[in-house]
């Protein structure tokens, strides 16, 4: 069965920013997590209440995100671009806003984790949208890669070379040569 394989180019910085990402975000999660724990007697309340559902709803944002970002990267699909670009807009980044308001002047260090999130979430969604305009699915790649030949097959240029080195072989010892010695003839190093 023959499968139609097409080469992906992958972009290496939004590679590089997604891996970055994926360990700020698990540490910016564990920074809220730890700040709502410590504040958790004020969390009994409205507030309290929607800074848990702000916080759970980034957490299932953000990972859904990072998950979209490396398909769009890794594979050829527009469904993954749809999803990192509905899900930071309408989900994460109203969230991420709510949850860095309600703990605003409180802690120095959710203020900068929040900012790192914030500048790495801007550069992937630019460097996603241009490799995904550059590298469209179905784009040709200047240089075809060559395919692996089978142990039995041969490049054209090859057969004829070997039918003149066949010739040459059976012309000298007189004996016609089998595929078999003309394999043993081409790979051993005396022939080289």
Known sequence: MAYSVTPHRANLVLQMLLQANTYVSMVWAMSYMIHMLIRLHHLWNLEGLSMLVAYVLAVSAESVRLYAGYSVNLCSGA?????LLTVT??????????????????????????????????????????HFVICKPGCKLPL????PLEENEQLPE???????????????????????????????????
């Open 79 to 83: 469904t993954a671009m749809w999803m």
């Open 89 to 130: 807009p309408c989900i994460l980044l109203p969230a991420m806003v709510f949850l860095r308001l309600s703990a605003a002047g409180r802690s120095l260090w959710l203020r900068i984790i929040t900012n790192a999130v914030f500048a790495l979430i801007v550069l992937e969604v630019i460097v996603s949208l241009v």
């Open 144 to 147: 075809p890669l060559p395919l």
């Open 158 to 192: 090859e057969e004829g070379e070997e039918e003149e080195e066949e010739q040459q072989q059976s012309a000298s010892v007189g004996t016609p040569t089998t595929n078999e010695q003309r394999r043993r003839v081409r790979r051993s190093p005396e022939s080289k």
